[in-house]
């Protein structure tokens, strides 16, 4: 079975632009999770998607956006990038939400993000 | 957001060595998971734990949901040098997402 797919590995954008990032969870898991991950802060929640809505969310700015489509792959998107943006931007499949017991995350290997 | 308190930060060991650290949580948890996490990859699951004072192996590695709901314990025996890397923990309340944990580096001393 594959498992968490995310694309693409590595990304180099400039400050304001924006970017999208791609998720493609474990067949049948119908739950995706996006965490950023830095050095300093560790592994943030950004959001929760199940069944193509949003269920939870974490606490970062407006620019911080996804979705979650028919097929469960989900994106990402973070508008007019800032340099504090650079991070692993990780993803998480599980599947069911947050409200079931036994609910295993597995993560993808990540998108690394870097602003310039 | 929050996080939890996960000691040691970091650790040298030798090879052959036991390896013990923890996790901790103002908050109860129903469910605590393990993971590793090696550089410029996503962590991978170690062990899930969904009871309290429930003790779960997984070859060289056991952990154990403390009996108070709050903490959990990750033990590695025998260590190798492919053990090295960072190890996060996290817990979860149902219903909630998970919190995760600062992590701990890892190193082994051939």
């Known amino acids: 079975k594959a498992g968490v797919t995310q694309t693409p590995r590595y990304l180099i954008k400039t400050r304001g632009q924006q970017v999208t990032l791609s998720c493609s969870p474990i067949s049948g898991h119908r739950s995706v999770s996006w965490y950023q991950q830095t050095p300093g802060q560790g592994l943030q929640f950004l959001f929760e998607y199940f069944s193509e809505t949003q269920r939870n969310k974490g606490n970062f700015p407006g620019r911080f956006s996804g979705r979650q489509f028919s097929n469960s792959r989900s994106e990402m998107n973070v508008s007019t990038l800032e340099l504090g943006d650079s991070a692993l931007y990780l993803c998480?499949?599980?599947?069911?939400?947050?409200?079931?017991?036994?609910?295993?995350?597995?993560f993808g290997a990540g998108t690394r993000l870097s602003v310039l | 957001g929050q996080q939890l308190n996960q000691s040691p930060q970091s650790m040298f060991i030798q090879e052959g060595e036991d390896v013990s650290m923890n996790c901790t949580s103002s908050?109860?948890?129903?469910?605590w998971l393990w993971y590793k996490q090696d550089p410029g990859e996503g962590p991978v699951l170690l062990i899930a734990?969904?009871?309290?004072?429930e003790l779960t192996s997984n070859g060289r590695l056991t952990a154990q949901f403390g009996i108070t709901r709050k903490d959990s314990f990750l033990n590695i025996s025998a260590s190798i040098p492919s053990d090295v890397g960072i190890y996060f923990c996290?817990?979860?309340?149902?219903?909630?997402?998970?919190?995760f944990g600062p992590g701990t580096r890892l190193s082994v001393l051939p």
């Open positions: 996290a817990g979860r309340f149902y219903g909630q997402n998970f919190v």
């Open positions: 908050s109860i948890f129903n469910t």
């Open positions: 734990l969904y009871k309290a004072g």
């Open positions: 998480a499949s599980s599947l069911a939400d947050a409200g079931v017991a036994k609910n295993i995350q597995y």
